[in-house]
């Protein structure tokens, strides 16, 4: 970075009005607004026709102290610059993540209430038509203690969490766990959730295997 290119992007940051989404500290505001009332100080000096005739009339050592003090408040400015512009780039990543996660929490919700709809519809249709037959008793067969055991029982729950049922969609009305923390959810793991809701809109079989992988990893990490 050039001077002038540290003061103009800072000048441009401290422009930019604050969102109220973000997590300042009050260090961090108070460190913008101490370098905004300095670079606007060296912005003036370098531009006084007055400073530049004071400059002149310096000596050579009073220079190159001038130029050290200046290559240091450079240094300074840019790499408080280098990191400001990487807290913004992960607030607004962090933004991002927060707004795919709402938006398609929304549209799950809205599928889901349809379904319910269409399913209570179903329902007043079929108990207006009698019926013959009898329901099949479900038979688990009996498993020992084994890898090949434990994997039945497994696929076998899956099958009856994501069983389709009269033809509607089997993996919308997936019920995610959750466990509320001390804190917010991660943004690593609001991606995983949105991943599932993704997969849940859209019907798709990658929802056990992605729900298992929730589990495992944030629910009940090893």
Known sequence: FTAEQVIEEIEEMMQ????????????????????????????????????????????????NDLLEEIEAAIKDYSEELVQQLALRDELEFE???????????????????????????????????PQNGKQEKSHLPGTRFSMEGISNVIQNGFRQTFGNAGGEKQYLTTVIPYEKKNGPPSVEDLQTLTKILHAMKEDSEKVPSLLTDYILKVLCPT
């Open 16 to 63: 930019e009005s604050p969102d109220p989404d973000d997590d300042e500290t009050p260090s961090q505001t108070d460190r913008l607004s101490m370098l905004s009332q300095e670079v606007q100080t060296l912005k003036r000096s370098s531009t006084n026709h007055d400073y530049e005739e004071r400059v002149q009339k310096l000596s050579v050592s009073e220079l």
């Open 95 to 129: 933004k991002e993540v927060k707004n795919s996660f709402i938006s398609v929490l929304i549209e799950v919700q809205n599928k889901q209430r349809e379904q319910k709809e269409m399913a209570k519809k179903k329902k007043k249709l079929k108990n207006g038509t």
